[in-house]
T-cell receptor, first 111, second 114 residues
């Protein structure tokens, strides 16, 4: 079952902050975040593991609430280059190594 | 530099024809994945492989097949193309070792079935 992302779309002015949420009905081992610009391939942003370990982009932060099986991606002081569609991908257990992606959140940054 | 490539980038085919989409990675990654992307559905997993001679069905595998004869390649075959298979197809790979790994995506193949 696909994780649920919210909001589906958001429009921000440059410099504003955004939060994108990803919720799962199942217990998760990890959450991955990717960004896709129009006509391009998805690009890795962050991984968050159950237990707190994470790896990712310097200017983007995220959290993983294990009790709620929810992850949030925080985009602060947004730049025009942040525009794109953000996808979360969820992994159910260690070693599963395949992701189930949400339907995406379209972020538009305007000057 | 290591990379992941897909070919062709665009393909138009007729209903009922067999089509094969190529995916080649030079990362030496164990894991490879095929996704389709459709508006409103995000990325959905078709098939995946954890290594040579290993293949597994994803959530939308009907009408598709894969085979893995070496580390670098995972071709995706549509046995008898249907209009419902018109989509953008992405191949991805990951190292499959350790706990913190990411998937690297190819540039995609836009397939139109008429």
């Amino acid at each position: 079952q696909q994780p649920v992302q919210s909001p589906q779309a958001v429009i921000l002015r440059e410099g504003e902050d955004a939060v994108i949420n990803c919720s799962s009905s199942k217990a998760l081992y990890s959450v991955h975040w990717y960004r896709q610009k129009h006509g391009e391939a998805p690009v890795f942003l962050m991984i968050l593991l159950k237990g707190g370990e994470q790896k990712g982009h310097e200017k983007i932060s995220a959290s993983f609430n294990e009790k709620k099986q929810q992850s949030s991606l925080y985009l602060t002081a947004s730049q025009l280059s942040y525009s794109g569609t953000y996808f979360c991908g969820t992994e159910l257990y260690f070693g599963n190594e395949k992701l189930t992606f949400g339907t995406g959140t379209r972020l538009t940054i305007i000057p | 530099d290591a990379e992941i490539t897909q070919s062709p980038r665009h393909k138009i085919t007729e209903t009922g024809r067999q089509v094969t989409l190529a995916c080649h990675q030079t990362w030496n990654h164990n894991n490879m994945f095929w996704y389709r992307q459709d508006l409103g559905h995000g990325l959905r997993l078709i098939h995946y492989s954890y290594g040579v001679h290993d293949t597994n069905k994803g959530e939308v595998s009907d009408g598709y097949s894969v085979s893995r004869s070496n580390t670098e390649d995972l071709p995706l075959t549509l046995e008898s193309a249907a209009s419902s298979q018109t989509s953008v197809y992405f191949c991805a790979s990951s190292a499959g070792t350790g706990r913190l790994y990411e998937q690297y995506f190819g540039p995609g193949t836009r397939l139109t079935v008429t």
